[in-house]
């Protein structure tokens, strides 16, 4: 059968949504990757596959500033065209579930999470937005095209129990079984100690896209008041208001926007625990720490946290607040943490994992797919 991939845009460096494509493109090599924008410069790691953007690829600067076209984005997916294709796989936490696809094609979507500035958090996101009568148009048009589009897929494969729950609040669906993304930490490679590690230990770590849900303000600020330093490597919009957080005490606060995979595995290693204090749809970096040996303080609604135990593989954050936060970090430095028990704690989360159960589901999905065609 012929497969196609869909992802929302194709315009970030990489990370736990990218190690999630180029895993299910490992899977259908020949499948073409369809988006709304793509952009080279930052999405390097996607130069290797075939990339079929939308209209909105015409028009200057949007592959970069794609925020301020939404109202387009709807039209981009339903203009983008599959005939030639048995099997369509969306990716999305947007809008590329909302493809159009005819009754004789499977399309199954692997959703990251319902769209969050619409549904789950959207009085964070929108207060962004422009004030009054049009950004309530704006919204109530978006909200109800996002629940006609989470219609569209013949199936929807949440990536956690979180994402499940929400995606029967908001769309109103029953889902197949929650299949974990893929996680795979790359080992140290001998004689790759990094010098700087020596100098910040011991040290909290995170390893994120720089952006306000991430709620790595509550990070920096409970380091600060406990005197303990902190690592974050990662970029993203939220830099400078970050870092403006930490004018008065840079000393403890390393800001890291680029490091080598197979260094990273180092800075896990090394430090006292991760911190992740967002509620995160699920959490690569945080099974990440777990796969290094080392805990993470997770807020207890994300998804990770599932796969997390309190106290005996991490620490679960009850309240997104500074003081909550501290508490979780004493708790971290005062416990003695069992390294072999918290990485046999993920051993089953891993691409090879991954790609084994999405590949069974699909084959499922196909046979009862075909025998309801046959019938």
């Known amino acids: 059968m012929k497969v196609a991939l869909v992802y929302d845009r194709v315009n970030t460096r990489y990370g736990g949504a ?11 090599p020949d499948a073409p ?84 500035y619409l549904w789950s958090h959207q009085l964070e996101y929108q207060h962004h937005w422009l004030t009054g009568w049009f950004r309530k148009i704006v919204f109530s048009y978006l909200k109800w095209w996002d629940t006609v589009a989470a219609q569209r897929p013949d199936f929807i494969v949440p ?30 490679k001998k004689g790759n100690e990094i010098d700087a590690i020596q100098s910040v230990t011991p040290f909290f770590l995170i390893v994120s896209r720089l952006v306000a849900y991430k709620r790595i303000d509550l990070a920096i600020e409970a380091c600060q008041n406990l005197n303990m330093k902190l690592v974050i490597i990662g970029s993203g919009p939220d830099e400078k208001r970050l870092k403006n957080l930490t004018k008065n005490k840079m000393s403890i606060i390393t800001f890291l926007s680029t490091v ?86 993920v051993t089953g989360q891993s691409t090879v994992q991954f790609q084994s159960q999405f590949k069974k589901m699909v084959h499922e999905q196909w046979l009862l797919f075909e025998k309801g065609h046959h019938e």
């Open 18 to 28: 990218e190690h999630v494509l180029t895993s299910l493109h490992q899977l259908y």
């Open 33 to 116: 990757l369809f988006t709304s924008v793509f952009d080279t410069e930052k999405a390097v790691w996607a130069k290797k596959m075939k990339i079929v953007p939308s209209f909105l690829q015409q028009i200057p600067f949007l592959k970069k500033f794609h925020r301020s076209i939404v109202l387009l984005m709807p039209l981009a997916f339903e203009t983008l065209q599959f005939q030639e294709f048995d099997l369509v796989i969306s990716i999305s936490s947007a809008e590329a579930k909302g493809i159009l696809t005819s009754p004789d094609q499977l399309h199954i979507c692997y959703l990251l999470t319902p769209t969050r």
């Open 159 to 188: 990536i956690s129990e979180l994402v499940q729950k929400r995606t029967e609040k908001y769309y109103l669906r029953k889902t197949l079984p929650v299949i974990y993304p893929p996680v795979d930490l790359l080992d140290q």
């Open 260 to 345: 080598r995979p197979d260094q990273i595995a180092t800075y896990y290693r090394h430090s006292a625990a991760f911190l992740a204090p967002g509620e995160e749809d699920f959490g690569i970096s945080i099974i990440e720490s777990l796969q290094a040996g080392r805990p993470a303080v997770v807020y207890y609604k994300s998804g990770a946290a599932e796969l997390v135990k309190n106290g005996e593989t991490g620490v679960y954050l009850e309240q997104q607040t500074v003081t909550a936060l501290e508490k979780c970090i004493t708790q971290v430095n005062s416990q003695v943490w069992d390294e072999k028990k918290i990485k046999l704690s």
